[in-house]
């Protein structure tokens, strides 16, 4: 089959969009848990620690989508959900403790702002939406050591 000769047609940009908005949808949820914080939480340093751990957490949790061919999707003991459930347990029994209130405090807002950046530097700013020659379709490309592929079929991107 020639794909070349069918060209490349439109870029979806509904599928741009609907990450768009999902990511957005990731910072309202991070922003409204900001908002029903505390005010005096944001003059504790512990507020800030808290924060910047579990959203390193949640980025490290989430690791890498699979390029089919190329790598698996991360999976280690990190990522397992069994690390969520004691995430939750050490997060929630921190709250019963005033002093540590700060820091469970943080969870929410920490972890759905890193979901959204994951999202972002991984389909935005590392990847992205781009012809693939190969499958002759609009594909999203994920990023690996320094090379596009496909994220359907692992093919390189070929800059046209
Ligand atoms: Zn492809």
């Given at each position: 089959m020639d794909v070349s000769s069918k060209?490349?047609?439109?870029?979806?940009y509904r599928r741009e969009l609907g990450l768009g908005l999902g990511i957005f949808g990731l910072v309202v949820i991070s922003s409204y848990a900001l908002s029903i914080t505390p005010v005096a939480f944001f003059f504790d340093w512990k507020y800030w620690a808290g924060f910047l751990g579990f959203a390193s957490l949640g980025w490290l949790w989430i690791g890498v989508d699979a390029i089919p061919g190329?790598?698996?999707r991360s999976k280690s003991l990190l990522q397992s959900w069994l690390v969520v459930g004691l995430l939750l347990v050490i997060g929630g029994s921190l709250g019963s403790v005033p002093l540590l209130l700060p820091v469970a405090d943080s969870v929410f807002a920490a972890l759905f702002l890193s979901l959204g950046a994951k999202a972002a530097w991984t389909y935005?700013?590392?990847g992205g939406l781009k012809y693939c020659v190969r499958c002759g379709e609009y594909r999203w490309f994920l990023r690996m050591n320094g090379e596009l592929y496909c994220s359907k079929h692992g093919h390189k991107w070929e800059r046209q």
């Amino acid at each position: 089959m020639d794909v070349s000769s069918k060209g490349h047609g439109p870029k979806p940009y509904r599928r741009e969009l609907g990450l768009g908005l999902g990511i957005f949808g990731l910072v309202v949820i991070s922003s409204y848990a900001l908002s029903i914080t505390p005010v005096a939480f944001f003059f504790d340093w512990k507020y800030w620690a808290g924060f910047l751990g579990f959203a390193s957490l949640g980025w490290l949790w989430i690791g890498v989508d699979a390029i089919p061919g190329k790598r698996r999707r991360s999976k280690s003991l990190l990522q397992s959900w069994l690390v969520v459930g004691l995430l939750l347990v050490i997060g929630g029994s921190l709250g019963s403790v005033p002093l540590l209130l700060p820091v469970a405090d943080s969870v929410f807002a920490a972890l759905f702002l890193s979901l959204g950046a994951k999202a972002a530097w991984t389909y935005m700013i590392r990847g992205g939406l781009k012809y693939c020659v190969r499958c002759g379709e609009y594909r999203w490309f994920l990023r690996m050591n320094g090379e596009l592929y496909c994220s359907k079929h692992g093919h390189k991107w070929e800059r046209q």
